[in-house]
């Protein structure tokens, strides 16, 4: 089995059944499962997981991709810190529900453990 294979079981074992239906396409995807779906797989350290759903999913965000590089190079240097507060909340937030959907409780404690660590870094 390879690395690709082992990370998509893993990660399909861990999320919930909607993160499930998204990535086994049925159910439809928006930006920000896309963007949460990229991180939780980044913490994770799901390189492979993380480059798929970055193929497979781009392109039906790429006018999202435009906008957010447009308004990056408009507001660069002008971004409030409050502003990565926000996103560090939202980031801690999606990570809690990912780890609240899993479908048994080892998997929840190992979910919490590695999110720990990865706070731990930072």
Not at 11 to 20: E, I, M, S
Not at 31 to 53: A, H, K, P, S
Not at 57 to 64: D, L, V
Not at 81 to 98: L, V
């Amino acid at each position: 089995m390879q690395q690709k294979d082992m990370e998509r079981f893993a990660f399909l074992y861990l999320c919930g059944q909607r993160d499930r239906d998204m990535l086994n396409g049925k159910e439809r995807m928006t930006f920000q499962d896309f963007d949460r779906l990229v991180y939780i797989t980044d913490v994770l350290g799901l390189d492979q997981m993380n480059i798929e759903i970055c193929n497979r999913f781009f392109k039906q965000f790429k006018e999202q991709f435009e906008a957010l590089g447009w308004f990056l190079e408009e507001n660069c240097g002008e971004i409030k810190s409050g502003e990565c507060e926000g996103d560090i909340r939202i980031h801690d937030k999606w990570f809690a529900d990912f780890c609240d959907s899993a479908p048994e409780d080892e998997a929840r404690e190992i979910l919490i453990n590695i999110f720990d660590v990865f706070h731990e870094k930072e």
